[in-house]
């Protein structure tokens, strides 16, 4: 339980080897292990609830540093349905900043109006959604967003998606692909 250790060691990785490659090869083999833990012995919640706030503020401290940003218009991040997971989205923020990627984060349990009422205000030229959960993946999310010029791309991320077409949207099969996509539809 030692805070300034765990948060030492991850802000020294993240400044090593920046964002992608410490979500990648850092921060999530660390949660699998924290959970793994847990399912085998049904304890140490406590200690997954203490990295992940720890997580989610240097992540968040790396969002807020951006300077100059490439995109006049923010990205729009959000966590679709009833899902309360949005570490990932953390992530997604942080390693967006690091291109110089402005993001607009709604966060967890977004709904589609709140989603539709952004998009018609400040016409993002990317849209992320996030759904871990099947039951939080649905269509709707992407074919009731308003109709706007230029049309944002809509990329969606998750294992939630694997049970749904995904057709008219782009499927990230992981953090970069997903940092790529939004890339594109900036022109970057």
Not at 30 to 45: F, R, V
């Amino acid at each position: 339980y030692d805070r300034n250790f765990i948060e030492e060691l991850l802000r020294s990785e993240l400044s090593a080897r920046g964002i992608t490659n410490t979500w990648n090869e850092v921060i999530v083999p660390l949660l699998i292990l924290i959970g793994d833990e847990w399912a085998e012995s049904g304890t140490g919640i406590e200690t997954e609830h203490l990295v992940t706030e720890i997580i989610k503020r240097l992540l968040q401290e790396a969002n807020s540093s951006i300077q100059n940003p490439i995109n006049a218009r923010p990205v729009l991040l959000a966590c679709i349905g009833e899902e309360m997971h949005s570490l990932a989205l953390y992530a997604l923020g942080a390693a967006l900043s690091e291109r110089k990627i402005a993001t607009q984060f709604l966060g967890a349990r977004t709904p589609i109006e709140a989603i539709s009422a952004v998009v018609k205000r400040s016409a993002p030229p990317a849209i992320f959604l996030w759904a871990p959960l099947a039951k939080n993946a649905e269509e709707k999310y992407w074919t009731e967003i308003p109709a706007i010029r230029p049309a944002p791309r809509v990329v969606v991320g998750g294992p939630g998606w694997d049970s749904i077409e995904c057709d008219e949207v782009i499927k990230a099969e992981g953090l970069e692909h997903a940092c790529e996509e939004i890339a594109q539809a900036l022109g970057a």
